[in-house]
C-alpha cells in the first residue's frame, strides 16, 4: 500500500499561516486525487476538515473555518493544506489521506505547535 | 445528530480474539458504508477495513487480512469487527467511522466514534 509522506513537526505563530505538506509516493499523481485532510486533538477522535480536488472542485467540513484551505503543487507530487490567522486552538495533529481505490491510505501526520 | 458508539474493546493475549462493535444512531445506517480504522499508542492513523452499505463488499487492510472480519446487521444498526490471532502490535484504538461518497466517485470518512482501546500483551 502506497505511503504518503508528511514531516513530523512544524510551527508558527498566532496569527501567522501554517503550510503542511502531504507528498505521494512518485507512482500516485496528486493531480487525479482528492486530498483529504483531518485533524486531530489529544484524547479525541479525527475530525474531517475538507478536501482539495481543484480550485473548482473541494469541499469544506461541516462548520469548520474558511482559515482552513486546500492547494496543490504537482511539480512536487504534493497536496498542501494552509491554515491561515493560526489560533491556539489549532494547535493539534493534521493528517492527509487519498482513496487510491479498494483501499484508504493516511498520511503519518503533523503535528501542528501554535507557538 | 451522527452518533458511532464502539464498545468490546479490553485486554487480551496473543492470538487470542475479540469483537469490537459500533451503535450507529442519527442517519440511516443501512444506506452507508462503514469502516474500521485505528490508531497505535503515539502512532498515526491506519484504515483497518470497508464494509459497504448492505454488506455484499468488504476491503481489508493487508496487516489484517485473514485474521479480522468485518460485519453488520442493519436491522440493528450496529457494525462489527471480529479480530482473531491478534499479535501485539494490534494493540490500537479502533475507530468505527461512516463512509461518505465525495466528488469523483471518492470515498471518505466524515463521522468517527470515541474509539474503543484494544490491548494485545500476556
Known amino acids: 500500500q502506497p505511503v504518503l509522506t508528511q514531516p513530523p513537526s512544524s510551527s508558527a505563530s498566532p496569527g501567522e499561516s501554517a503550510r503542511l505538506t502531504c507528498t505521494l509516493p512518485?507512482?500516485?499523481?496528486?493531480?487525479?486525487?482528492?486530498i483529504y485532510w483531518y485533524q486531530q486533538k489529544p484524547g479525541s477522535p479525527p475530525r474531517y476538515l475538507l478536501y482539495?480536488?481543484?480550485?473548482?472542485?473541494?469541499?469544506?467540513g461541516s462548520g469548520v473555518p474558511s482559515r482552513f484551505s486546500g492547494s496543490k503543487d504537482a511539480s512536487a507530487n504534493t497536496g498542501i493544506l494552509l491554515i491561515s490567522g493560526l489560533q491556539s486552538e489549532d494547535e493539534a495533529d493534521y493528517y492527509c489521506m487519498i482513496w487510491p481505490g479498494n483501499v484508504w491510505v493516511f498520511g503519518g501526520g503533523t503535528k501542528l505547535t501554535v507557538l | 445528530q451522527v452518533q458511532l458508539v464502539e464498545s468490546g474493546g479490553g485486554v487480551v493475549q496473543p492470538g487470542g480474539s475479540l469483537r469490537l462493535s459500533c451503535a450507529a444512531s442519527?442517519?440511516?445506517?443501512?444506506?452507508?458504508?462503514m469502516h474500521w480504522v485505528r490508531q497505535a499508542p503515539g502512532k498515526g492513523l491506519e484504515w483497518v477495513a470497508f464494509i459497504r452499505h448492505d454488506g455484499s463488499i468488504k476491503y481489508y487492510g493487508d496487516s489484517v487480512k485473514g485474521r479480522f472480519t468485518i460485519s453488520r446487521d442493519n436491522s440493528k444498526n450496529t457494525l462489527y469487527l471480529q479480530m482473531n490471532s491478534l499479535r501485539a502490535e494490534d494493540t490500537a484504538v479502533y475507530y468505527c467511522a461512516k463512509d461518505r461518497l465525495s466528488s469523483r466517485g471518492s470515498y471518505y470518512f466524515d463521522y468517527w466514534g470515541q474509539g474503543a482501546l484494544v490491548t494485545v500483551s500476556s
Open positions: 482539495y480536488y481543484s480550485d473548482s472542485d473541494k469541499g469544506q
Open positions: 442519527g442517519f440511516t445506517f443501512g444506506n452507508y458504508g
Open positions: 512518485s507512482d500516485i499523481n496528486v493531480g487525479s486525487h482528492n
